[in-house]
């Protein structure tokens, strides 16, 4: 049974890079019919996706956080990564990495809801 989980500092200062990691364990990132994404939901509002990566290592990003945002993996440790540089207080949220499917000839998946399987999520706070 996969599993994922969240970690990472619960509190980052405003400027500072947040940084965060997701362990996947009971299966492998690197098949080609499972994209990875990390997702948020600031308090009182609903999902929003950050960005993925899929089985070659590509990455996709939500164009309101492109130029901000870094997702990478490793595959010798079966973890993904989030990097969101000079955050900002409208950064608090809780995180979440989550597996979607990847199906061939379609586009990787930007909606919450098309991610099946989650870890519980990490809030992050930015706060001096």
């Known amino acids: 049974q996969v599993q994922l989980q969240e970690s990472g500092p619960g509190l980052v200062k405003p400027s500072q890079m947040l940084s965060l990691t997701c362990t996947v364990s009971?299966?492998?990132?690197?098949?080609?019919?499972?994209?990875y994404g990390w997702i948020r939901q600031p308090p009182g509002k609903g999902y929003e996706w950050m960005g993925a990566i899929v089985h070659d290592g590509a990455t996709y990003y939500n164009p309101s956080l492109k130029s901000r945002t870094s997702i990478s993996r490793d595959t010798s440790k079966n973890q993904l990564f989030l990097q969101l540089s000079s955050v900002t207080p409208e950064d608090t949220a809780v995180y979440y990495c989550?597996?979607?499917?990847?199906?061939?000839?379609?586009?990787?998946?930007?909606?919450?809801?098309?991610?099946?399987?989650w870890g519980q999520g990490l809030q992050v706070t930015v706060s001096s």
């Open positions: 989550a597996r979607g499917d990847l199906v061939a000839g379609s586009s990787v998946p930007e909606y919450d809801y098309e991610y099946n399987i």
């Open positions: 009971g299966g492998s990132i690197t098949p080609s019919y499972y994209a």
